[in-house]
């Protein structure tokens, strides 16, 4: 990767990482479900009107909202709103990559290797490590919640996994413009009718996460992973918990203990190695962010099935 790309990602990966802590200051002037119904709002309009069609069947797309959107941002954002640290959030959620692994083998069939198994397991252990620190009169269910949101958007990359959209950025807007209307009904029949008073943190906040963390950054994503192989461009996707939770730390004081920092190492290294092909038994890599494959990657796959056959 040039150092102009790398540095490009560098920076997605701090702009993701701080977006735990600006949705936790969000999360301070908005109810969580319609926090996410504003920020989905956003992201699809006006921006909407000057995309074409997602590229793929409207099925699909209708399956992401449901699991990416809806599912996994309402689960975050209650489950931070019950108490779940910003910085800690931003660790936890790592744990999706698990999920899809586990998923990819129950519903599409991919072989789950002795890598795969022992990865998991460590970040699983990192997991229970987490459970254990909260359990001692910590936000148990607020962390529970932000599981459920990991598994939701695990489900949501295995759809994308199926439907392969041809533009990422589209895609995104497409999926906010179909996950905005029921997050809005939804908010509405649970929170009730929010009283609202202008506030320019808050403001700031959802301006954030709609343009900056979901069009920006996908925008950016899907560049990158246009001119490079999936696996050069995913493993940069890790270093979003170091900025999360250093972040946290530096914005909100939360502390980083040593248990904490234990897990972290666990989740991390268990998410990198299962996630990383081994020499004897390639596979495809579970991507921490629901995007398909380069163009690059598959054309290097046919060549090598072409070399193969010949």
Not at 27 to 40: G, K, T
Not at 42 to 52: E, H, N, S, T
Not at 117 to 144: H, N
Not at 192 to 200: A, M, T
């Amino acid at each position: 990767m040039r150092i102009r790309h790398f540095l490009l990602a560098i920076g997605l990966t701090i702009i993701w990482g701080l977006n735990f802590v600006v949705m936790e200051v969000g999360l301070r002037h908005f109810p969580p479900l319609f926090y996410v119904a504003a920020r989905f709002v956003l992201a699809a309009f006006p921006a909407l009107l000057f995309v074409g069609g997602p590229g793929v069947p409207w099925r699909k797309v209708l399956l992401a909202g449901a699991t990416l959107g809806a599912g996994q941002y309402a689960l975050l954002l209650t489950g931070m709103r019950a108490g779940m640290p910003a910085g800690l959030t931003s660790l936890v959620v790592q744990i999706q990559a698990v999920f899809t692994a586990v998923l990819a083998v129950t519903l599409l069939g991919e072989r789950l290797t002795r890598r795969r198994v022992i990865g998991m397991a460590v970040a699983f252990a990192g997991l229970a490590l987490i459970a254990t620190d909260l359990g001692a009169g910590g936000p148990i269910g607020a962390f529970l919640l932000v599981v459920g949101s990991a598994f939701f958007w695990s489900m949501g990359n295995v759809v994308i996994r199926q439907a392969s959209p041809p533009d990422s950025l589209r895609f995104m807007v497409w999926l906010s413009a179909v996950t905005a209307p029921p997050m809005v009904v939804l908010s509405l029949v649970v929170e009730g009718v929010p009283r609202l008073e202008f506030s320019l943190e808050g403001t700031l906040s959802l301006v954030y996460v709609a343009f900056i963390s979901t069009l920006a950054g996908f925008a950016v994503w899907g560049f990158l992973l246009k001119r490079y192989d999936a696996s050069v461009v995913a493993p940069t996707a890790l270093m979003v918990p170091v900025f999360g939770m250093s972040s946290a730390a530096l914005f909100t004081g939360e502390q980083i203990t040593p248990l904490r920092l234990v897990a972290g190492v666990l989740i991390i290294c268990g998410v990198l190695y299962a996630g990383t092909r081994s020499r004897r038994t390639p596979f495809p890599s579970p991507s921490p962010s629901p995007l398909p494959a380069s163009p690059r990657e598959e054309s290097e796959e046919d060549e090598a099935r072409t070399a193969e056959r010949a």
